[in-house]
């Protein structure tokens, strides 16, 4: 196991080198998040344009990307997206899929970030299954050459529902999907902090991918079952504060089998000040660290 971090959690001044800004950090390995256009808004350097995966008719801005990434000896980890399959152009969503796949394969990323959610509140959770269910076999036989794993993220209000997960996995029947891990999603979903660990087994064996946070609930909610997102903002936490035993998140995810990175995901930085941000972060490398360590 090695320690990642998600761009969007490396804190970067205007201006700033996003790879000197990593650097900074200690870290040489990281999670990008993909826009529908292909580029990266969060790697850009001497105030240039973000630096872009392309398009499969243009190839040279993937080739420069790599390039770069060679040249800082950085390695992605994986390619993150916010797919809507259930979206009225839910095609170019698929299109989008297969290239960002065909991508990380080229970067040496292992694994892409694939989303349930969608906009299209009107739907059924049924609808929604189904819709992503057929896009992504499509997605999965276009790239099956590619030996890249797609991870379905345990986010927001419908794939943090195990049984969702586990009627997904079954109808789709490729061991190529499998899971973004959050750990600390399920527990965002309102799961008390005792059936948490036992959740995380369950999916463990899915994980292709790793999200890595925590939450510092008071000791009278931790082990309650909560209503959605109760009170994220005030309770989210960096990874040795938070009422989630990290070294025992990781050696679930070792008995599972799992041997690929653990992404930082801190969504509490934003009550720091931004000069204390860069320090947080290396505590939490540091907390991964002696937790794989261990």
Same mark, same amino acid.
């Given at each position: 196991?090695?320690?990642?971090?998600?761009?969007?959690?490396?804190?970067?001044?205007?201006?700033?080198?996003?790879?000197?800004?990593?650097?900074?950090?200690?870290?040489?390995?990281?999670?990008?998040?993909?826009?529908?256009?292909?580029?990266?808004?969060?790697?850009?350097?001497?105030?240039?344009?973000?630096?872009?995966?392309?398009?499969?008719?243009?190839?040279?801005?993937?080739? =420069?990307?790599?390039? &770069?990434?060679?040249?800082?000896?950085?390695?992605?980890?994986?390619? %993150?997206?916010?797919?809507?399959?259930?979206?009225?152009?839910?095609?170019?969503?698929?299109?989008?899929?297969?290239?960002?796949? &065909?991508? =990380?394969?080229?970067?040496?990323?292992?694994?892409?970030?694939?989303?349930?959610?969608?906009?299209?509140?009107?739907?059924?959770?049924?609808?929604?299954?189904?819709?992503? @269910?057929?896009?992504?076999?499509?997605?999965?036989?276009?790239?099956?050459?590619?030996?890249?794993?797609?991870?379905?993220?345990?986010?927001?209000?419908?794939?943090?529902?195990?049984?969702?997960?586990?009627?997904?996995?079954?109808? @789709?029947?490729?061991?190529?999907?499998?899971?973004?891990?959050?750990?600390?999603?399920?527990?965002?979903?309102?799961?008390?902090?005792?059936? %948490?660990?036992?959740?995380?087994?369950?999916?463990?064996?899915?994980?292709?991918?790793?999200? @890595?946070?925590?939450?510092?609930?008071?000791?009278?909610?931790?082990?309650?079952?909560?209503?959605?997102?109760?009170?994220?903002?005030?309770?989210?936490?960096?990874?040795?504060?938070?009422?989630?035993?990290?070294?025992? @998140?990781?050696?679930?995810?070792?008995?599972?089998?799992?041997?690929?990175?653990?992404?930082?995901?801190?969504?509490?930085?934003?009550?720091?000040?931004?000069?204390?941000?860069?320090?947080?972060?290396?505590?939490?490398?540091?907390? %991964?660290?002696?937790?794989?360590?261990?």
């Amino acid at each position: 196991m090695n320690v990642s971090v998600r761009d969007a959690m490396v804190p970067l001044r205007a201006g700033e080198s996003f790879f000197a800004a990593l650097r900074n950090l200690g870290l040489d390995a990281v999670e990008l998040d993909v826009h529908r256009d292909g580029t990266l808004p969060r790697v850009v350097e001497n105030g240039a344009a973000p630096f872009s995966i392309g398009s499969a008719d243009d190839t040279a801005p993937l080739d =420069a990307l790599q390039k &770069r990434l060679a040249e800082e000896n950085v390695r992605v980890s994986a390619l %993150l997206m916010a797919t809507d399959f259930s979206a009225p152009d839910a095609d170019r969503h698929v299109e989008w899929a297969i290239h960002t796949t &065909r991508a =990380a394969q080229q970067l040496g990323a292992p694994a892409v970030r694939i989303d349930t959610a969608t906009r299209q509140s009107e739907l059924s959770v049924a609808q929604v299954r189904d819709n992503f @269910v057929r896009r992504i076999r499509q997605v999965l036989e276009a790239t099956a050459d590619t030996g890249v794993a797609l991870g379905i993220e345990n986010h927001g209000r419908i794939s943090n529902d195990p049984q969702f997960l586990e009627e997904v996995f079954a109808a @789709v029947g490729d061991e190529r999907l499998g899971m973004t891990l959050d750990t600390g999603n399920f527990y965002w979903y309102g799961w008390p902090l005792d059936e %948490l660990y036992g959740i995380l087994e369950r999916f463990a064996p899915r994980a292709r991918h790793t999200h @890595v946070k925590n939450i510092n609930y008071p000791p009278e909610l931790a082990n309650q079952q909560r209503e959605i997102g109760y009170e994220y903002g005030k309770y989210s936490s960096p990874l040795d504060e938070g009422n989630i035993d990290i070294r025992r @998140v990781v050696q679930i995810l070792r008995d599972a089998g799992y041997n690929d990175d653990l992404c930082i995901e801190n969504e509490a930085l934003g009550k720091y000040p931004e000069e204390e941000r860069p320090e947080i972060i290396r505590r939490d490398a540091q907390t %991964l660290r002696a937790a794989i360590g261990s």
